[in-house]
């Protein structure tokens, strides 16, 4: 299948930043898709306002894949949910591709823990259901639905019911019905978690393969997890929430990875060895 977007131009050029002829014009991997500047979240509690998240700056730019790195509780949900505009911040912007989000964000789609899935609803409805609601017409619908059911691994499970599916299958609809819009942004909340290590494993996998070979709807993704493994093997880079004083999210931590990868493979297992 073939989806419009990719990922990174077939042949990216390596010039170091501060050494090319044009840094101060953007180049098309630097444009910048989601940005936070001084969020700030806090639930209403018994006790009074819990603050969540203050003063997140976050970036994040096409063609990067971004963890979300953080324990149980310290916000990483949250902040997701400010970026994709599912809830306003106390204080402070969230801007998609420059413009302040008033509602739902039109360049993201969201992949969760538990599926999510509609138990009533086959897995080719499920994956439609983001189409539908963007008025997509029927016919679009389906040719839409059935390239990204192919694209994610599930061919001719488009008829099955989810309760007729493994755990590792029904996160693929999850990643299916997110990665059929299209979207910009692709965001997942801890979208293994809840899977066995193998399957898990597996399906970490197969997405990187997919995300290097351009094949990917989407430019960026932002992916929150708690294990610490998964964010360095996946992503470019990792924002850490951090939680001192507990409970009190201050600040985050950003760590730039070279993913092993994207290294000489040859140069790599020399430095290994
Ligand atoms: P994480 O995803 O990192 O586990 P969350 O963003 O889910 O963290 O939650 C951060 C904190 O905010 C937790 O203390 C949680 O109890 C609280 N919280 C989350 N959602 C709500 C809500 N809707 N109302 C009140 N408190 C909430
Ligand atoms: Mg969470």
Not at 184 to 198: N, R, Y
């Amino acid at each position: 299948m073939r989806f419009p977007f990719r990922r990174r131009p077939a042949e990216p050029t390596p010039v170091p930043r501060g050494d090319h002829p044009h840094d101060d014009a953007p180049r098309p991997d630097d444009e910048v898709l989601l940005e936070t500047v001084g969020l700030t979240k806090a639930y209403a509690g018994a006790a009074g306002e819990l603050p969540v998240l203050s003063g997140i700056d976050l970036t994040v730019r096409a063609g990067e894949i971004v963890a979300v790195l953080g324990r149980s509780g310290s916000g990483k949900s949250t902040l997701l949910r400010c970026l994709a505009g599912l809830i306003p911040p106390s204080s402070g912007t969230v801007r998609y591709r420059g413009t302040p989000l008033t509602g739902a964000n039109p360049g993201t789609a969201l992949v969760f823990q538990t599926f999510a899935l509609l138990p009533w609803l086959t897995v080719r409805q499920n994956v439609e259901l983001g189409l539908e609601a963007r008025g997509v017409p029927p016919r679009k619908r389906a040719r839409a639905a059935a390239q990204a059911i192919d694209l994610i691994g599930l061919t001719g499970f488009g008829s099955a019911y989810p309760k007729e599916l493994s755990g590792g299958m029904r996160q693929r609809v999850g990643f299916a019905r997110a990665l059929v819009v299209e979207p910009d942004v692709l965001m997942m909340d801890e979208p293994f978690s809840a899977l066995d290590v193998l399957t898990a494993e597996n399906l970490r996998g197969e997405l990187m393969e997919l995300w290097d070979s351009g094949q990917f709807p989407t430019r960026a993704v932002v992916l929150v997890t708690h294990n610490i493994e998964e964010a360095v093997l996946m992503a470019d880079r990792v924002v850490v929430l951090g939680a001192r004083p507990y409970g009190t999210i201050r600040e985050t931590v950003e760590v730039d990875l070279e993913r092993p990868r994207d290294r000489d493979s040859a140069a790599f297992d020399e430095r290994v060895d």
